[in-house]
């Protein structure tokens, strides 16, 4: 369990010099709300090519292993990027320059993403006993122990970011986070893959029959309608991450280590429900649990639009105290909902092609984020929003609360769970 613990940790700490780009993008190189959301969105674009990512880690063997060597070689191609763009002169770093090692390192993160999540699919499919029940519940905590693992990262990511960025230059955040990725490449590479006792599978069995036997996995309705469903659930929100930043740093003069504080509050949140759901939500039906989710976005999203409006600051609340705890809570809700649809589709997948179909759903999510924050750069741009004007900022944001409602419509689409799931398919 400790290279998944490590993997989900380095995975989670991103954040850190994720933060050192947002305020080096808009500080050092001036670029506006609209560019600085492309910026943040294009630089996704290699989360999208996870499907052939995991279909060549599921088929193409690499001195007898097919997971650990992809997870050092991701490992390697992010520490290259970090370390790249902490060594040129500051001068040197264009927005051009930024985004190529971005995405480069973004395609080093997918690709040992993957490998990662297909380990915790089919270490979580073997049962440990003769109960299906039993099985289920194996693959829950897995999920909930991962999960854990990511959202430590994520909250010790955001606390020094916020304390960082006060203190270093971005170039300073790179290279310590270069150095954990150099420290993860050494680690990974000296554990053996036969030390995870993966299930036994025939090796080189090659990529065509693996994408047969996606096929086969995405003609089950019940897999191809849930993970349609999910993307589009995310699709049709139209992200405002880029003009919140700047309402809150250049409108508000928030500072930077409230940011970090404001996002390590929600990294606990997410930590928490790992918790919550491993203990008491695993046996609630996913359909239910997510709709339940969505509908509290959208909630969130509404109280946005009175944040935006100076409601709270009226009744006394203080505009810092509004952005750590329910800012914090908002850009983490999104990703709840990720567990328990992990966790359906572990369960709902066949065996031979778990890598293939969880790094689908990844791509689909991915894929989905990236069509949402473009649409949200289209919406800001539609409402007048700038550097210096946010007075459409709240009709922006209660549209946004509408579309995240839509999806909820056609949350039928999901399965409860995969007994439910069986029954309909016997009558």
Not at 52 to 74: A, L, M
Not at 339 to 368: K, Y
């Amino acid at each position: 369990m400790g290279i998944l613990g490590l993997g989900f940790w380095v995975q989670g700490f991103r954040c850190f010099p994720w933060m050192a780009v947002n305020f080096f993008l808009k500080d050092g190189l001036n670029v506006d709300p609209s560019t600085l959301q492309l910026l943040q969105n294009s630089a996704n674009l290699p989360m999208v090519g996870k499907p052939f990512y995991g279909v060549v880690s599921d088929s193409v063997y690499i001195s007898g292993q097919h997971r650990i060597p992809y997870i050092v070689f991701g490992a390697f191609l992010q520490a290259v990027s970090w370390l790249a763009m902490a060594i040129l002169p500051p001068s040197t770093l264009s927005i051009f320059c930024i985004s190529i090692f971005l995405l480069l390192s973004n395609l080093g993160a997918s690709i040992a993403e993957v490998a990662n999540d297909a380990i915790v699919a089919e270490i979580g499919k073997q049962p440990t006993t003769s109960s299906k029940r039993s099985q289920s519940s194996s693959s829950g905590e897995l999920q909930s122990f991962v999960w854990i693992a990511s959202s430590a990262g994520g909250v010790l990511g955001n606390l020094l970011g916020g304390i960082a960025i006060t203190r270093y230059s971005p170039q300073v955040m790179f290279f310590f986070f270069g150095l954990i990725l150099a420290l993860q490449f050494f680690i990974t590479i000296a554990v053996p893959e036969s030390s995870l006792n993966l299930p036994k599978s025939s090796s080189n069995v090659g990529v065509m029959k693996q994408l047969s036997q996606l096929s086969v996995a995405l003609k089950k309705p019940e897999v191809a309608y849930s993970i349609a469903w999910f993307a589009a659930s995310y699709a049709v929100i139209p992200a405002l991450t880029g003009t919140m930043f700047f309402y809150q740093t250049q409108y508000l003069k928030i500072d930077s280590s409230l940011l970090g504080i404001s996002k390590v509050f929600g990294q606990a949140a997410m930590l928490l429900w790992s918790i919550i759901y491993n203990q008491n939500l695993k046996t609630v039906p996913a359909r239910k649990l997510i709709g339940s989710i969505q509908a509290t976005m959208a909630l969130f999203m509404v109280s946005d639009v009175l944040f935006v409006k100076g409601f709270y600051r009226n009744m006394g609340v203080p505009d810092t105290l509004y952005v750590i705890i329910f800012s914090g809570l908002l850009e983490v809700m999104f990703f709840f909902k990720i567990l328990p649809f992990n966790v359906l589709i572990a369960q709902l997948c066949p065996p031979g092609c778990e890598g293939s179909l969880m790094a689908l759903v990844a791509s689909a999510i991915a894929l989905a984020l990236i069509v949402s924050g473009f649409f949200g750069v289209a919406l800001a741009s539609y409402v007048g929003v700038t550097g210096d004007d946010f007075s459409g900022f709240p009709h922006a944001l209660l549209i946004q609360a509408v579309c995240t409602l839509l999806p909820i419509y056609w949350s039928s689409c999901v399965p409860d769970d995969k007994k439910s799931t069986a029954k309909k398919k016997n009558l």
